[in-house]
């Protein structure tokens, strides 16, 4: 697949459809989130994965899922992830998770759009509340949570004019729009 593409298709999916993830698919998204880079490669980030329907629906009222959309509460009952990974600081190590939660996540990500599967990265929950639900020992603390599931939307990602709303939203069709600045827009200086 041509990279750009499939950055484009790595897109923050909310709604999926309930076709169950293929055996063994969360635990190959940590392979991927294994063989990314790590500050001082110290590997300080655990990972644990949630697939049983269970545990999937003890965790999903624990996470807010758009902060842009305001009258929406989250995926509806049968529009709901498949399953997550949860990533996790293992302070005996590191007490900082520098950027490399964003960086295993993002390799997950891409790795979960070349298979066709949805992703979500979500970092508004509350930390205590999942850390409790997920019986975590002192030293584990979760920084960001995946969501993946077969996409249940249409995401579109659109140029946004110089200056203009950058706020992802959803027409009257339900299509997510995800408004992206341009190159020019971006590029501070080309020295």
């Known amino acids: 697949m041509q990279f750009e593409k499939l950055i ?9 459809n309930q076709k169950p993830l293929p055996a063994g698919f ?7 989130a ?6 001082g490669n110290m590997q300080f ?17 624990k ?10 509460d989250g995926p ?9 990974v949860v990533i996790l600081l293992d302070k005996t190590i590191s007490t900082n998770p520098n950027c490399d939660h964003g960086i295993t996540g993002q390799s997950m990500v891409l790795g979960a759009a070349a298979a066709g599967v949805g992703c979500c990265m979500i970092g508004s929950f509350g930390k205590k509340s999942v ?15 995946l969501a993946f599931g077969y996409p249940g939307e249409k995401v579109v990602v659109e140029d946004v004019a110089e200056g203009g709303e950058t ?18 827009e971006l590029t501070v200086a080309e020295k």
Not at 8 to 16: K, L, N, T, V
Not at 34 to 39: A, E, N, V
């Open 76 to 84: 509806a009952e049968g529009e709901r992830p498949t399953g997550y």
């Open 131 to 145: 850390s409790e639900l997920l019986h975590l020992e002192e030293h584990l603390s979760p920084c960001l949570i």
């Open 26 to 32: 969360l635990k190959q998204m940590v392979h991927y």
């Open 45 to 61: 980030l655990k990972f644990l994965t949630i697939e049983t329907e269970e545990a999937r629906d003890a965790l999903f009222p």
């Open 167 to 184: 706020s992802y939203y959803r027409d009257e069709d339900g299509v997510h729009h995800v408004p992206k600045r341009s190159v020019d």
């Open 63 to 72: 996470l807010k899922w758009a902060g842009a959309l305001k009258e929406w």
């Open 8 to 16: 484009g298709q790595a897109r923050s999916y909310r709604r999926f």
């Open 34 to 39: 294994r063989l990314s880079p790590s500050s």
